[in-house]
């Protein structure tokens, strides 16, 4: 089996936790499309949800599929959010922000009563920093941020390079929220909570793409199969 078919049977699984009249929060990245695609398969027989995407990319999505939907000012609090990551640990801390939607990603999983993770089991990582981490970062003042940021990082013990983010035209990437995206590569983050905590003395840096103490359930797909992580206790539906 390919990487893809990883993915998606981890969609798979991630649809046990969804119940008919639900609140979804819809993640966004490749295998959190695999679970958009699947629960527009789900609603077209008969599912009941309304779901508040965390990007324009899978609000778009959604809407082709014919999936309801909503937003955080009209539906504030969700029962479930599925999303993908970039790395995980087992400790259910994350790295996201590898498709620059990590702002609206934290809102909505912050807002959710539950969080899944999905991912294919190379996302899953002893210790968290192999992928750079994303960081949502003001234009304004933009280079100041940048040295702000590396030098709060080396106090903390942490070096690399910070890459200001480019599209494939070559401008600067530009979030969903008008923002740019700092990629820092400071290598294996051995205290993730001491970083996150450097983060937010930056004036200039939105949110981090660490995410820490929000995941309740990583579901990982790879050649030995489907591993669940939990931090919380989980009844998986057999009809899914």
């Keep these: 089996m390919s990487t ?7 969609a798979e699984q991630a649809l046990s936790f969804v119940e008919d009249g639900m609140k979804l929060g819809l993640g966004t990245g490749s295998t959190a499309a695999k679970f958009v695609e699947l629960l527009g398969a789900r609603v077209r027989t008969g599912l009941k949800v309304i779901c508040v995407p965390t990007s324009e990319a899978t609000r778009i999505q959604a809407a082709a599929l014919g999936i309801p939907l909503s937003t955080l000012d009209e539906t504030p609090s969700l029962d479930l959010t599925v999303d993908g990551a970039d790395e995980l640990d087992e400790d259910l801390r994350l790295i996201k922000g590898g498709g620059g939607a990590l702002l609206r990603e934290k809102i ?3 807002a959710s009563e539950r969080v899944v993770i999905i991912a294919d ?4 990582v002893d210790v968290l920093g192999r992928f750079p981490l994303p960081l949502e970062v003001v234009p304004f003042g933009l280079r100041a ?20 983010r480019r599209g494939t035209d070559g401008k600067p990437f530009l979030t969903d929220n008008g923002n740019h995206i700092l990629d820092c590569a400071f290598g294996s983050i ?3 909570e ?8 930056v004036p200039g840096v939105v949110e981090s793409g660490l995410f820490l103490g929000i995941a309740d359930v990583g579901i990982i797909a790879g050649p030995k199969g489907v591993e669940v992580l939990a931090g919380i206790e989980i009844d998986f539906e057999e009809d899914v």
Excluded: C, F, M, Y
């Design 194 to 201: 001491a970083l996150e905590d450097a983060l937010k003395l």
């Design 145 to 164: 941020t940048e040295g702000l940021i590396g030098k709060l990082a080396a106090d903390i013990g942490l070096e690399g390079d910070i890459t200001l």
């Design 108 to 110: 909505v999983a912050v």
């Design 4 to 10: 893809d078919d990883w993915k998606r049977q981890a």
């Design 121 to 124: 089991n190379s996302k899953l």
């Design 190 to 192: 051995d205290d993730p």
